[in-house]
């Protein structure tokens, strides 16, 4: 099992930009895969975007597609999430989680939860 933080999360105004980061500690060398979901009251966890340590694969929901950028720093255990153009539709608590199989556009192919950031986008 792993623990994952998440931090980097604030109020911006449209147009601007967030980088979130998701530090993993403890050990689980079965985890090749990890994502970024994002949850507003009253909604399903929505998916956001997938990174896959072979290959460097990443994945994005069609709308952050273009804005928003994946990464992961190994040596830090560290995954980010760099957001760009911000609008206020992209205001809601984001995730980041361990992907164990199957879709990863779904919250159940995914453990170890982190506690979320909150991220504002409003003038």
């Known amino acids: 099992q792993v623990q994952l933080v998440e931090s980097g999360g604030g109020l911006v105004h449209p147009g601007g930009s967030l980088t979130l980061s998701c530090a993993a500690s403890g050990s689980d060398s079965s985890i090749n895969a990890m994502g970024w979901f994002r949850q507003v009251p009253g909604k399903e966890r929505e998916f956001v975007s997938y990174i896959r340590w072979s290959h460097t694969i990443t994945l994005y929901a069609d709308s952050v597609k273009g804005r928003f950028t994946i990464s992961r720093d190994s040596a830090k255990n560290t995954m980010y999430l760099q957001m760009d153009s911000l609008k206020p539709e992209d205001t809601a608590v984001y995730y980041c989680?361990?992907?164990?199989?199957?879709?990863?556009?779904?919250?159940?192919?995914?453990?170890?939860w982190g506690q979320g950031t909150q991220v504002t986008v409003s003038s």
């Open positions: 989680a361990a992907h164990r199989g199957g879709d990863h556009r779904y919250s159940s192919s995914y453990d170890d």
